[in-house]
């Protein structure tokens, strides 16, 4: 176990501490405790950048299961490591924000760090694992540890019910996820990922291709909030606003995103271009719909999360159209500027998303309310606040010179440049790149400028508000403070090391490419995106002053086929539906129990006959019928007609009675003492019993009516007995081996010392049956004295 | 030869009172007819296995005789104590 490995393990290990910590220093927060992790790890994982731009990756082992081929193998290449600093830099500012946020004494705070911790250690464990089963180990632990942050106000219905969703979406595509390792271990008979790329031939040409490509897109999207999977993370808002801007804007809802990206190098090659419309598609769509539908959000941070899902699509998207780049050998591949487009906005989305995620929760904190209705005219007052928001929706919204701008312009040259594609019909339906590009792009500039100017523009309403608004506290403002300054700093300054680095990531997502960046804020006049850039601001502009005009467009919409509708309607149908099943066949009633049995043995044996041929009729070793064996077949088939037709139950109990006897009689026949013997007492006593129960009925049931006709009992009856019938003249005609019995007339005179063969194989060839046949009769006998003597019931009563 | 005839033929009679015996235990109108009948058939049995042992020529059956006669016995007295008390077994206290 490297340093590396104790690295990604450590918030594992400090989450262990964490409730000591809590229970006996109470007089520090102990969110500062908890701040020291993320620090330390991102000063370690920084150290790897040096090493990480000049091409070089690192790569640790330990051995954790290796006959099953599972090691724990640690990865540091561009992307792991991008998704590493993200991960512990703004771990580190979330803690800190939520020091402030987090009341020391109102807020169990032990549990929130130590949810807090495993959500950050099973992060750091998706994105640097190389093995997929230790990928998917830390991707479940990621489900379950946003399931407990959403939940954390598990008081609070809506919190649970956010936290039950997003584990039943994201455990769905979980599972889906796993589905497809085991695929893609069968096509690769490893689960690295490096050895996968490198025999991805193999891969690409096997017939489980198709089916591990979408099930690993299932997992992706549902954890991504693709369409139509987003529906989870909208209701994920209950969590504390620093769990949403840490898990559901930077880092878990990136992981879909990290998974598409990694597995690029093995999926794009699929010669279909199933990957390509797939990823790109439902990116475009989901970027689209997101954008669509934040705009009609009157709670900020509804807003925010739609303005994530729309966002995650257009990354999505990006990384879609990029992947065709393998497909095209030009000189100058212009496709792959969607790659570095993509990892560009990974980054400027997770500065620029948690900072405002970081303002929604000062707003709730200060004012009391989260509701744009109730708020307004807040920039006197919060100014630094202000500050912060309007650079983090100025560059969500893609306007120089923030660095969302920059990402925007190089999103739009990747989409336009989806229309010079001439593979899977890329040059015919690809035209719905751009436009649905565009399109999206004015409604994300819409809902960034609704965020902004409803929030902090206009004018004040006091009376609306819970609290007296006012600045919030500088600690509270540090970590927003710091995103947006990167907002900025990026911005100005994106070539250079941070171009280097993302020249890194891109060769790790496409590792065919060498990639140069060069990032500018100017393409020159004739460009389309500029135009492009040029109509959003315009037309964007056009629809927010126009916004009480058209917002009725969303009502036009039908309120039963909202996908959370379906949603919310296919939970009850499934429980009501699975509870339907169970009461239509499990009815309590033992009868119906052994009908299903018996219908069963019916159906499966005579399927079985009829399928294997196994049916046949051999008359050679049949022996004589005499004229006893008929006299007493017919004596006990009276007794068994008797016992099923007779009126009364005192009938039927001696009918019994007599077919044992009569079987007794067989026994004499057949040369059988010991049976004859114990047969005739055996019998002599279960009739007493019999007569016993009889004796003890109710006086009402004692001489009920026979019993009723049923048709499909008699067919179930008939049909058990013709079956087992055909199996018993089946098995005697084919008789393969003669019988062992010859060893036992031989020899039981002679090492056994006895005369009477079938007493010396009960206690001496065979006497491990008698003995357990012994015990049974004990347990019985136990039994019963337990039945009649033990009455708690009886006795509590008294 | 003859001597196996003879067993036959009184096999089929004892076979043929068996029967007549079951026909009371169906039919009879009160319990001690039932009761008396099975303890009739008892004694049948007894005598029918007598004679079949004579012409299976063993004496591996004697044993079930004896089991016959004592079981059929205390049935009887089982069933007459029951019709007489109502109970079998009677508790002491």
């Known amino acids: ?798 | 030869m003859t001597f196996e005839i003879i067993m036959i033929i009184s096999i089929c009679l004892l076979i043929m009172s068996i029967l007549a015996n079951i026909y009371r235990v169906v039919k009879g109108p009160t319990s001690p007819d039932r009761v008396q009948a099975l303890d009739s058939i008892g004694i049948n049995l007894i005598a029918s296995i007598a004679v079949f042992s004579v012409l299976l020529h063993t004496h591996a059956f004697f044993d079930l005789i004896l089991l016959i006669g004592i079981l059929s016995f205390v049935g009887t007295v089982a069933f007459a104590r029951f019709l007489e008390s109502g109970v079998v077994i009677v508790r002491k206290r």
């Open chain 1, 1 to 798: 176990m490297s340093l590396l490995h104790l690295a990604i393990l450590a918030p594992f290990i400090f989450a262990i501490i964490v409730p000591t910590l809590y229970k006996y220093i109470r007089k520090i927060h102990t969110g500062w405790f908890v701040f020291i992790v993320p620090v330390i790890l991102f000063g370690y994982f920084s150290r790897f950048l040096p090493d990480i731009i000049t091409g070089k990756t690192v790569l640790k082992t330990f051995a954790w299961i290796p006959t099953l081929h599972i090691n724990f193998t640690a990865k540091i290449d561009g992307l792991g490591l991008l998704f590493a600093l993200l991960i512990t830099g703004i771990g580190a500012l979330v803690v800190l924000y939520s020091i402030y946020y987090l009341s020391k004494e109102k807020e169990q705070l032990n549990t929130f760090y130590v949810y807090l911790l495993l959500f950050m250690g099973a992060m750091l464990g998706v994105v640097l694992s190389d093995n997929l089963i230790v990928l998917y180990m830390f991707w479940e632990f990621t489900s379950f540890s946003s399931f407990f942050l959403i939940g954390y106000w598990f008081d609070r219905e809506r919190s649970r019910y956010g936290a039950q969703k997003s584990m039943l979406i994201t455990v769905l595509g979980g599972l889906c996820l796993l589905g497809g390792i085991i695929l893609l271990y069968i096509m690769s008979g490893t689960f690295s990922i490096g050895e996968m790329i490198t025999n991805v031939d193999v891969i690409v040409n096997h017939d489980l291709f198709l089916f591990s490509m979408i099930l690993f897109l299932l997992g992706a999207f549902t954890k991504s909030a693709q369409f139509p999977f987003y529906i989870w993370l909208p209701d994920a808002m209950e969590a504390p606003t620093p769990v949403s801007a840490y898990l559901h804007s930077a880092t878990m809802v990136k992981a879909g995103i990290y998974l598409v990206a990694r597995m690029t190098p093995i999926f794009a090659f699929d010669p279909t271009g199933t990957w390509v419309w797939l990823v790109g598609g439902i990116g475009i769509f989901t970027l689209f719909w997101g954008s669509f539908n934040a705009v009609k959000q009157t709670d900020l941070k509804a807003i925010l999360a739609f303005s994530t899902v729309s966002q995650l699509g257009l990354i999505m998207s990006l990384l879609g159209v990029g992947a065709a780049a393998v497909h095209f050998e030009l000189d100058e591949n212009i496709y792959t500027v969607a790659i570095i487009a993509a990892v560009f906005h990974l980054i400027n989305h997770a500065t620029f998303k948690g900072s405002l995620f970081m303002v929604a929760g000062i707003v709730d904190h200060e004012t009391g309310t989260r509701d744009i209705r109730k708020l307004g005219g807040l920039m006197s007052m919060m100014p630094v606040t202000f500050t912060i928001a309007f650079i983090g929706a100025f560059s969500m919204a893609g306007i120089p010179p923030f660095n969302g701008f920059l990402s925007k312009e190089m999103f739009f040259t990747g989409m336009v440049h989806v229309l010079q594609l001439d593979i899977f019909n890329m040059e015919t339906f690809g035209v719905i790149f751009p436009v649905f590009a565009w399109i999206a792009s004015v409604f994300t500039f819409v809902y960034s400028m609704i965020l902004v100017w409803k929030t902090f523009g206009g004018k004040i309403q006091l009376e609306k508000l819970e609290k007296k608004p006012h600045e919030a506290p500088i600690g509270m403002l540090i970590s927003p403070v710091i995103l947006a300054s990167l907002v900025v700093i990026i911005g100005l300054f994106p070539n250079g090391l941070l171009g280097r680095f993302i020249e890194s990531i891109a060769h790790a997502i496409l590792p065919t490419y060498e990639f140069e960046v060069h990032i500018s804020h100017w393409h020159g006049w004739f460009t389309p995106e500029l135009y492009m850039t040029i109509g959003v601001i315009g037309i964007g502009l056009l629809l927010y002053f126009t916004l009480s005009k058209w917002t009725k467009v969303y009502d036009l919409f039908p309120k039963k086929l909202t996908l959370n509708q379906m949603y919310d309607a296919f939970i009850p149908t499934l429980e009501s539906g699975s509870s339907f099943f169970i009461k239509s066949h499990m009815t309590g009633f033992i009868r119906s129990y052994l009908a299903y049995i018996f219908v069963f043995f019916i159906g499966a044996l005579s399927f079985t006959i009829w399928s294997t041929g196994a049916f046949r009729v051999e008359t050679t070793n049949l022996a004589e019928i005499g004229v006893y064996e008929v006299i007493l077949a017919l004596l006990i088939i009276i007794g068994c007609v008797t016992i099923i037709f007779a009126k009364s139950r005192l009938t039927s109990i001696i009918a019994l009675g007599s077919v044992g006897y009569t079987v007794s009689l067989f026994f004499v026949l057949f040369r059988a003492p010991d049976l004859a013997l114990t047969q005739l007492v055996i019998e002599t006593i279960s009739v007493a019993l019999f007569l016993l129960a009889f004796y003890h009925l109710p006086k009402n049931f004692r001489h009920k009516e026979s019993r009723r006709f049923k048709l499909n009992n008699a067919l179930i009856s008939v049909g058990v007995g013709v079956v087992v019938t055909i199996i018993a003249i089946a098995s005697y005609s084919t008789k393969l081996f003669d019988s062992i019995s010859e060893y036992y007339v031989k020899h039981t005179y002679d090492p056994a010392g006895g005369e009477n063969m079938v007493n010396v194989i009960l206690v001496d060839f065979r006497g491990f049956d008698t003995l357990f046949e012994i015990s049974v009769l004990a347990i019985a006998g136990i039994g019963i004295y337990g039945l009649i003597k033990l009455r708690l019931a009886r006795r509590s009563e008294k």
